[in-house]
């Protein structure tokens, strides 16, 4: 069998400024949760059998307090984030199991499935459906890959080096020094993706890097200048890479057969009647249909 593992916030937003606004009845704006369980649908309607949804109940997570400028739901149109829930409660009621994180963020839940999933061998491969940068250090060899399927693009663990010149295992390394500003935290001054690129795919990590230059890789230019910053905020890169390392403890699921979609529950005609969606309910039948 194959698991997909679905990042439902990059979905919502994805979504969110790809479709027109609708509300239902009670005003509710509900454009992108029918856009995210379209594409849902369409993924089961291609044969997925197994399948997983994480979002972010809330955009805050523990690391808010670990460093104060981490992403925040400050800026987000309420019209998107009043979606979540209902994205959530659509989804369950379409027979999909949903992880709605509060503490842990999604990405968390989606690595943390994804290493509980390759554990099973039943399981052929396994897909993290995101193209979020911070998912490349979950990827294994071809069993476990990441997938963003807007682009139709799947990156192994040799996409992985290809595209950021390092294992995935280096990720977190790596975006300490270079930053990430989509949730918050600047890098290392003087760190760029080339010279990350460069001493990580020498040293595997933070701590693997010497001290002393006269150690350092001949390849790796403007050494001493990336040796005094990363040494003289050291602190800081070792707090970034918390940051950008995802958890593999969050709560997802006991066995791989909890994924199996095994069709609606009986309140999704319903849903589907407040979502304003009569062919949502009838692509859902369709699939449902062979699988009895």
């Known amino acids: 069998m194959d698991v997909h593992l679905i990042d439902g916030t990059y979905e919502l937003f994805r979504h969110f400024f790809a479709v027109p606004a609708i509300a239902d009845a009670s005003g509710q704006e509900i454009g992108a949760v029918r856009g995210v369980l379209a594409s849902v649908v369409s993924m089961i309607e291609k044969g997925a059998t197994h399948l997983g949804v994480a979002t972010d109940h809330v955009v805050e997570s523990f690391r808010n307090d670990l460093y104060p400028g981490y992403k925040t739901s400050e800026g987000v149109a309420p019209e998107l984030l009043s979606q979540f829930p209902v994205l959530e409660e ?3 009621s379409m027979g999909v199991l949903v992880w709605p994180e509060v503490y842990f963020e999604a990405d968390d839940a989606l690595a943390s499935a994804a290493t509980s999933a390759a554990k099973d061998a039943q399981v052929r491969q396994v897909f993290i459906c995101t193209p979020d940068k911070d998912l490349a250090q979950s990827v294994v060899g071809t069993r476990v890959v990441q997938l963003d399927r807007r682009r139709e693009i799947l990156r192994d663990e040799a996409g992985v080096v290809e595209k950021f ?9 790596y975006l ?8 918050g935290y600047p890098g290392v001054a003087g760190w760029g993706a080339k ?15 010497p001290k002393d230059l006269k150690e350092w890789h001949p390849s790796i230019k403007r050494a001493r200048g ?13 707090l970034f890479r918390t940051l950008a390392t995802l958890r593999l403890d969050a709560p997802v ?21 407040r979502l304003k969606a009569p062919d949502l309910l009838r692509r859902v039948t369709a699939a449902k249909s062979p699988r009895q």
């Open 90 to 92: 659509a989804l369950q």
């Open 195 to 209: 010279a990350a690129a460069l001493v990580f795919s020498q040293y595997s990590h933070l701590e693997d890097i």
């Open 226 to 238: 990336l040796s005094e910053s990363l040494f003289g905020a050291w602190d800081d890169a070792l």
């Open 176 to 183: 300490a020094v270079v930053g990430d500003s989509a949730d």
């Open 253 to 273: 699921f006991d066995t791989v057969e909890e994924l199996r979609w095994q069709g609606p529950r009986a309140d999704f005609e319903e849903t589907c009647r």
């Open 165 to 173: 010149g390092v294992k995935p295992q280096s990720i977190p390394d």
